[in-house]
């Protein structure tokens, strides 16, 4: 399995065991990871087997396992889905800092993701949960990876910086730091902590206002 990719249309494609080709197999392994995503939020990620989730989809065990052979795929399938999902929002914040003049750029991203997380009850189930496999964790990192260039790419077409090996590392190091915050938050709260988004708002506001400063 692989990280998600983008298809020509613009949409995304998660790792699967076997790609389906036609509308009908489109439709049905769609069917199945929203059965997974239900039970996932409903019953936990301990309920996320085969079984479980072919019957929830009202599929045959034999029709789950041509693209997700067992749990761990699932798993593998949702947090490609949410990766995929948090991605295509960085790229539209990215589209949309070419044209429009931020204030407070922090506060703009800040507050895109809390609303995401409010509203992706299965990503929060998933990651509170303990059943992360060793891929999702790789993948993990590069999804952080890509995050990062997305603010880098805000910053540059903000006017905000230059382009170096220096802005690279800082805006990992502001994903890094935002992500552990915003999951705090969340575990904290279903609407998210707000006085700790409130902290993670300042305490980001002053590192990348730190980070720009080194080119003016």
Known sequence: MGDPTPDPDGTWQVPLRRTPQQARSKARLARVLQAAERVLVREGAQALTTTRI??????????????????????????AGYFARLETTMADLVR???TERWEDPV??????????????????????GSSLTEQIRAADREHKRRMADGIRHILLAL????????????????????????????R???????????EART??????AGVTARYR
């Open 54 to 79: 072919a019957a929830e989809a009202k599929v045959s065990v034999g029709s789950l396992y041509q693209y997700l052979p067992d749990r761990d795929a699932i798993v593998d399938a949702l947090a």
């Open 96 to 98: 949309a800092a070419t």
């Open 107 to 128: 506060g703009v991203l800040i507050d895109t993701y809390a609303a995401i997380y409010r509203t992706e009850h299965g990503f929060r189930a998933l990651w509170f």
């Open 159 to 186: 006017g905000l910086a230059r382009d170096d090996a220096a802005l690279s590392h800082a805006c990992h190091a502001a994903v890094l730091a935002a992500d552990a915050l915003a999951q705090e938050a969340f």
């Open 188 to 198: 904290r709260a279903p609407e998210g902590d707000p006085a700790l988004l409130d």
């Open 203 to 208: 305490m980001l506001r002053g590192y990348l």
